[in-house]
């Protein structure tokens, strides 16, 4: 044995002359075996059970059905779907619906839930004073309800198609839906699509430049601004240059309703107004809670370097508060995400009515379809999750 | 949340018992001491609670025949109001002994869900409502209407076929409740309500105002309504069926809620055998001999069971149609008792 320093040497001197039976590593390790090897054992018992069981009842089984025609419609498909399509696809539609209205609501989640909790600290007694109702009747009044009124308002307030107002032309507002033109790409409007894409990515390395730059040099460069004109400018010179190649076509009121046109349903209004101003009230006690947990230290030290009130909470505060704020901030979307399930009391065509209630229903696997359900919440939730780690990793304190 | 209990409870109940309880439902029913039926939520003249609190509807009266055919009480029998997704999985589980509750006796459901039905208990048929003031006579002018519609239903996949049939566009609206369906309806999201027709004429009784809408003459399907219970127990699914059978019977036989003592002394052979005065007919069934005498004395015959909850004298005022019995031009049939 070669000579070791005198800390790894007593240990290593431990295992010199006992049996590794009695090594604590490996003993924990034929332990932690057997706990894996008895979980999976039950685990396998129930799911054997319940296989010859559902075989016993004469009831059907398996993922065969996911081939079979669906046979049923749905109001809002973002995928192509018809009533000829597999179960799959429309649990590809549920799935895709569940998606969308929980990102579109974690955004406007997020920035009503940050103005509202930095508006808790104003200064104004006013504002502050409204941001803490708001507060205190969203988080406290339960979801559900919340939702049920939200449904309720959007559709006693609209008007029938027939009466439909009309904000803009073209864009009519009814109590089936917000009708808005649909936008139809003639031959050449690809380029249009690269044109954002590259304008967004031409603002980012801008940002980027800038940044390095000013952390060298110390000067400014007005990037935001930039940014927002090279991605709105880029993509209009590009649609003049190609000669307008998009065509909109507008809603007509045919009969009961309007034909042509792209419709936002009004149980999507009523789902993403709920769960957005639901979760945004926790966000705003999580952002306030943030920003009070950044000591007014730090605020004073930046004041006596002279950096001015905005920069300071940008520079200064913010940054720090991240830190705070991030990991409930994550809950927070999980919770929303999850809370869009609630959608089926409201008729909105999420995961959980498409594919937990009429596939369920029409195909009678309820075992497989609740599973599959489940194993789909926990995908998005542990995907957000990561995600969120990785943010905070980035915007946790590195020390220098 | 009672859709996800359901669905647990029968993944637990199929993963824990090895040995499936191999039921004998009826000595399960009577060592309970009632009936356990599934039942709809709320639809009138098929199953909703009145005034005083008690269930009552064509679907509720069936359940209290079998109850009362077993334990000679018609109250023996407690409810479990389903909505139309959790219905099967509470059968299946065990939850309910009979599920009565306006469901479609189609191919699938009697053949993948481990599940029988015993009979039709309601000749149905889907139509579709609208407001009055929609101008619409037919069900092939509605091209482009929002449709409102429960999940799990048959009717949700009928609707597709007619309206694709027809060549005509249409909106579905999906609800899991039927409270919630009609909610929406009232609060004009939809132009149609489609659902079975019988549905129809009660849900218009609970809506604003019940004058303001029309029930289309189209019936775009065959909804044949009956009671369903699990399969692998042919004892309990015999006695289901003959329930059912034996108030057929006895309408065509004349028997009454109200004569049924003096009938017993007729010189009717089908009607001795029915009321057993001759013969063991109960026994084949696990029951009394006199167990239909039983269901007609404290429910009453098919007949008069189908007037006092859905028939032209009540407020759905439903005509006695293709419920008529198979001797007056009707599809209600039994076979003989013997």
Known sequence: ????????????????????????????????????????????????????????????????????????????????????????????????????????????????????????????????????????????????????????????????????????????????????????????????????????????????????????????????????????????????VTGMPVDLSYAELKGFNFAGGTVVNPEFMALLLGLSLYTAAFIAEIVRAGILAVSHGQTEAAFSLGIRPRRTLQLVVIPQAMRVIIPPLTSQYLNLTKNSSLAVAIGYPDIVAVFAGTVLNQTGQAVEVIIITMLVYLTISLSTSAFMNWYNRRVALVER | ????????????????????????????????????????????????????????????????????????????????????????????????????????????????????????????????????????TSALELSGASVCVQTGTTTELNLTDYFKANGMEYQPVVFEKLEEVNAAYDANRCDVYTTDASGLYSIRLQLTNPGDHVVLPEIISKEPLGPVVRQGDDQWFNLVKWTLFAMVNAEELGVTSANVEEMKGSDNPSIKRLLGVDGKFGESIGLSNDWAVRIIKHVGNYGEMFNKNV????????????????????????????
């Open chain 2, 311 to 338: 028939g032209p004298d009540t407020p759905l005022g439903i005509e006695r149609g293709v419920n008529a019995l198979w001797s007056k031009g009707g599809l209600q049939y039994a076979p003989p008792i013997r």
């Open chain 2, 1 to 136: 949340m009672t859709k996800k209990f359901l669905t647990i409870a029968l993944g637990a109940a199929l993963g824990l018992s090895a040995t499936a309880a191999s039921a004998a439902t009826l000595d399960d029913v009577k060592a309970k001491g009632f009936l356990q039926c599934g039942s709809n939520t709320g639809l009138a003249g098929f199953a909703a609670p009145n005034d005083a609190g008690e269930w009552t509807g064509l679907d509720v009266d069936t359940c209290r025949a079998v109850a009362a055919a077993i334990f000679d009480d018609p109250e023996a029998v407690k409810f479990t109001p389903l909505t139309a997704k959790e219905r099967f999985t509470a059968l299946q589980t065990g939850e309910v002994d009979v599920l009565v509750r306006n469901t479609t006796w189609t191919m699938t459901r009697d053949t993948t869900l481990g599940l029988n039905f015993t009979g039709v208990n309601y000749y149905d048929g889907q139509g579709f409502m609208v407001r009055k003031s929609l101008d619409v």
């Open chain 1, 1 to 240: 044995m070669t000579p070791v320093s005198s800390a790894t040497g007593e240990h290593a001197g431990d295992e010199a002359g006992t049996s590794w039976f009695y090594n604590p590593r490996v003993r924990g390790m034929i332990f932690q075996l057997l706990v894996v090897a008895a979980l999976l054992g039950v685990v396998a018992f129930f799911a054997y059970n319940a296989k010859t069981n559902l075989e016993r009842a004469g009831i059907a089984s398996g993922l065969g059905f996911f081939s079979e025609r669906a046979g049923f419609d749905i109001s809002q498909t973002l995928v192509p779907y018809t009533n000829d399509s597999t179960y799959f696809r429309a649990f590809l539609v549920g799935l895709v619906n569940t998606l969308l209205v929980a990102s579109i609501g974690i955004l406007i989640a997020t920035v009503i839930g940050f103005i509202v909790g930095v508006a808790r600290l104003s200064k104004n007694f006013v504002i502050r004073q409204l941001a803490q109702l708001y507060v205190e009747i969203l988080r406290n009044v339960p979801l559900l309800l919340q939702l049920l009124f939200w449904y309720k308002a959007v559709l006693s307030v609209l008007p029938s198609p027939r009466q439909s107002l009309e904000p803009v032309s073209g864009v009519f507002l009814n109590n089936r839906g917000l009708i808005l033109p649909e936008v139809i790409g003639q031959p050449g409007s690809g380029l249009i699509g690269y044109a954002i894409l590259s304008a967004i990515a031409g603002a980012y390395g801008i940002w980027r430049w800038a940044r390095k730059r000013q952390l060298a040099t110390g000067k400014q460069f007005p990037s935001l601004l930039v940014g927002i004109a090279l991605i709105v400018l880029l993509p209009l010179l590009t649609f003049f």
